[in-house]
């Protein structure tokens, strides 16, 4: 397997200069994502008005692939609808994991993950950021 | 390629080529060319094992303990045998001194569970060392929560060395418990047991050892040591997956309750109350895993072939010649002591994340393993969310460290357009 096609060059750069990288300021949300089997953090914050995600951010620490996605994400959800941001979650976990084939023309630069589901053991970290958001967004809608 | 490397020095001359082939892990076409650095997390196994596990289910499958008829009682025959062969490999004065158990994360529960939290109460004290595996740390946690006992720590340096002056400092009267790797499962730190022991015992304090590391590499020997309670798995040490000791002083054992209640582990039932088989066998309710135990003998008999004190040089120079050429890396950060000390060595390579660094490794077929290593309070002491670690064990050659060393260079270089 090319090792180049699970780092390409939009993950590498995403990791070099982490987008939205920081706390939002009175956020609505601010959602822990832990990834046990390698020691990987997330803080992820986010402002949530009319349905709409108008600001997120990101800390912690990790692999190229979790910082990468979670730059790679705060990007693409933000001014975002709630729905939205859910339907680009189920497309992303469904692509990396692997499972069917996904139309990834609304997916912009998350298509360059692609490569990571023929690393089963990357998938969580390419996830870590995903499924923190997911659980934001379930605690959004209560 | 490594046909010239002999693991013994004895008049045998086993080389290491002999070792392999008796592995069928390293003959199949799917493996070949894989360099596994992996073993401190579980080892490989040789045919003389996975053959032990075969007879025993093809061949005299019943229970122990129970049947009379001929195949019970080679079962029971069997498992016996292979309690024999542990309590021999260890040094144990006698076999009923060995439980056997699923593996040392349950050895370590049976201990907190049958002699901590009957045995702890508010007020004492447990010292523990900050380089312990989760296995050797949970369960006293759980025990220090239920009894009102209090953890101590004791710490380490830079070098990867515990702090005994820390140590002599905590130790007191109200210490119950020392609690303590034999080899540490990320520093491959070697602590000074003799001495902890020595001090524990003088104020009267039990020592639980965790074997899970040592007993593949080093020869150990419980009463040399005076350890109270000395804990592995099978599995590191060639054994089956679900195999692992218990050892604890035959006092300890008798005084103990049972942690886990049901058939086989009783003297005489009544309606409300029953009484207790002697040890070991009542800890040990219910089915065993037989063939798992009779395969972890046959691993021992493997190792006492070879001789584990041969196994012992080998992996040292294995890992003294892996510390040398790992040094040259650029870079490269190695966490623990350089000498004396187990095949197992941690490290992280410039600002690559070791998850990264493994996945590089493995796409050059290279079996190394990134992450906490469940010690998560070595990570915060050493204050990096992981590290890589790469282990050897008697299989491995120099000429597959040669070949996971080019590949750190490697991965050096393609990490680097990263920066």
């Known amino acids: ?142 | 390629m490594s046909g010239a490397e002999t693991i013994l020095k004895s008049k045998n001359r086993i080389t290491i080529d002999n070792v392999r082939e008796q592995f069928p892990f390293f003959q199949q076409p799917q493996n070949r060319g894989l360099i596994y650095l992996d073993s401190a997390a579980t080892a490989q196994r040789p045919q003389q094992v996975l053959d032990a596990w075969q007879e025993f289910n093809v061949l005299y499958n019943a229970n122990s303990h129970r049947g009379a008829y001929k195949i019970a009682e080679r079962a029971t025959d069997e498992y016996e045998r292979a309690r024999a062969k542990v309590a021999d490999f260890i040094g144990a004065a006698s076999p009923e001194e060995i439980v056997f158990v699923r593996g040392a994360t349950e050895a370590v529960n049976f201990a907190a569970y049958g002699w901590g939290l009957h045995n702890l109460k508010a007020g004492d004290e447990i010292i523990i060392t900050e380089m312990e595996h989760h296995s050797n740390l949970i369960p006293w946690q759980m025990a220090a929560q239920k009894t009102g006992a209090v953890l101590k720590f004791v710490g380490f340096d830079e070098t990867g060395m515990l702090n005994m002056p820390q140590f002599y400092d905590l130790l007191s009267p109200k210490t119950r418990l020392i609690t303590v790797t034999h080899m540490s499962n990320v520093l491959g730190t070697i602590p000074d047991l003799a001495a902890i022991i020595k001090a524990a015992h003088a104020t009267g304090a039990l020592v639980l050892v965790d074997g899970a590391q040592s007993v593949p590499h080093i020869p150990v020997n419980v009463v040399e040591l005076d350890a109270d309670f000395y804990v592995f798995s099978g599995h590191k040490v060639l054994g089956p997956m679900g195999s692992g000791a218990l050892y604890a002083r035959r006092e300890i054992l008798e005084k103990m309750e049972p942690v886990f209640f049901g058939g086989s582990m009783i003297s005489d039932v009544d309606y409300t109350h029953s009484t207790w088989n002697d040890i070991p066998w009542k800890f040990e309710a219910g089915t065993q895993n037989l063939p798992g135990a009779i395969g972890l003998g046959a691993a021992i008999d493997f190792i006492n072939k070879i001789g584990i004190g041969n196994i012992h040089r080998h992996d040292r120079d294995l890992t003294d010649y892996a510390l040398a050429g790992m040094q040259g890396i650029k870079d490269l950060r190695i966490y623990g002591p350089m000498h004396n000390r187990g095949p197992v060595i941690s490290f992280s390579l410039g600002a690559i994340h070791p998850h990264d660094l493994a996945t590089f490794l493995d796409s050059r077929n290279i079996a190394i393993r990134s992450g906490h290593h469940c010690a998560k309070l070595i990570m915060k002491r050493l204050r990096v969310p992981a590290t890589a670690r790469a282990s050897f064990y008697l299989y491995n050659t120099k000429s597959e460290i040669d070949e996971f060393i080019h590949n750190l260079e490697n991965a050096r270089e393609y990490f680097s357009k990263w920066n």
């Open chain 1, 1 to 142: 397997m090319e090792l180049d096609n699970l780092y390409q060059e939009i993950i590498l750069e995403h990791y070099k200069h982490p987008r939205n990288h920081g706390a939002v300021t009175n956020a609505d949300v601010i959602i822990n994502g832990k990834n046990p089997f390698c020691g990987d953090e997330i803080v992820l914050s986010l402002k949530v008005k009319d349905n709409i995600v108008t600001e997120v951010a990101f800390e912690g620490h990790g692999c190229a692939i979790s910082q990468a996605s979670a730059s790679v994400m705060t990007e693409q959800i933000k001014g975002k609808s709630l729905q939205e941001a859910k339907q680009l979650f189920e497309q992303f976990t469904k692509m990396v994991k692997g499972e069917g084939d996904v139309d990834t023309e609304n997916m912009d630069e998350l298509a360059a993950f692609q490569g990571v589901c023929d690393y089963p053991t990357r998938v969580k970290c390419a996830l870590l950021s995903w499924n923190a958001l997911k659980k934001a967004l379930e605690g959004n809608q209560k």
